[in-house]
């Protein structure tokens, strides 16, 4: 790396903030550390970092209400951490504003790969296609801008939320596989994450979808993967 990367890490476990130091610092990142969401945000305000890995389980402020702070006025990447296995609670996180997500305990490999995938920023090669609208205007995705409108109003979409979304609207009416999928968007390492993409796919019914429950535009193909529900010349 040519310039290093201030990455601040959120966790009242001193074992783990002892863990995580010397192997970002090894990466070529600098550390910040922080035991409480208190401190967490005063550090943003005084020390802006480019992305957060943020625990859940703090002692003064829930996580997700620190990633609801914290979008009020910035837009860094934010990891979390969890030990919960609560998928609702990780739903919750990421609909807060959080980016991504590992769960305890973790492979610092992964959590590396999902940092340096997080400081990209999404960037794909999607930024150079047009803008794609669904039947109805329903969803409008502005590939260039990074933008996606539903039923006329903006939607805050994550990186790899926007990623997905987009690589399911290029293959419209295709049937794409959990693999093809998880390649694609998070890379060959995290091709059998299946669970990993139904979070993420459940993100984004949430977000587009009129009836999440009875999706009409992401359809599952039961055991193979998923597509979007329209005609690829929609494009």
Not at 54 to 64: A, E, M, N, R, V
Not at 128 to 144: C, N, Q, T, W
Not at 187 to 214: M, N
């Amino acid at each position: 790396m040519n310039t290093r990367a201030r990455i601040l890490v959120v966790d009242d476990e001193p074992q783990i903030r002892r863990f995580l130091r010397p192997a970002l610092e090894a990466s070529g990142y600098e550390v910040l550390q922080a035991e409480s969401g208190a401190e967490a945000l005063r550090l943003m305000a005084t020390l802006p970092p480019r992305a957060m890995i943020l625990d859940l389980g703090l002692p003064d402020i829930d996580g997700k209400e620190v990633i609801r702070t914290l979008r009020k006025w910035s837009d860094i990447p934010v990891i979390v951490l969890t030990a919960r296995d609560d998928e609702a609670e990780i739903i919750a996180a990421l609909d807060a504003g959080g980016d991504d997500y590992v769960r305890k305990p973790f492979g610092i490999g992964e959590l590396l790969a999902r940092l340096r995938a997080a400081l990209r920023g999404g960037e794909t090669e999607s930024d150079r296609k047009p803008a794609f609208v669904s039947p109805g205007r329903d969803v409008e995705i502005d590939l260039a801008a990074h933008e996606v409108r539903v039923r006329g109003e903006i939607v805050r979409l994550t990186p790899k939320e926007f990623d997905l979304l987009a690589y399911l609207a290029a293959n419209a009416g295709r049937v794409l596989t959990h693999r093809m999928l998880l390649t694609r968007v998070w890379g060959p390492a995290h091709g059998q994450d299946s669970q990993y993409l139904r979070v993420f796919i459940g993100q984004l019914r949430g977000k587009i979808e009129r009836d999440p429950a009875r999706p009409a535009l992401i359809v599952t193909e039961p055991g193979v993967g998923y597509k979007f529900a329209i005609a690829e010349n929609e494009w």
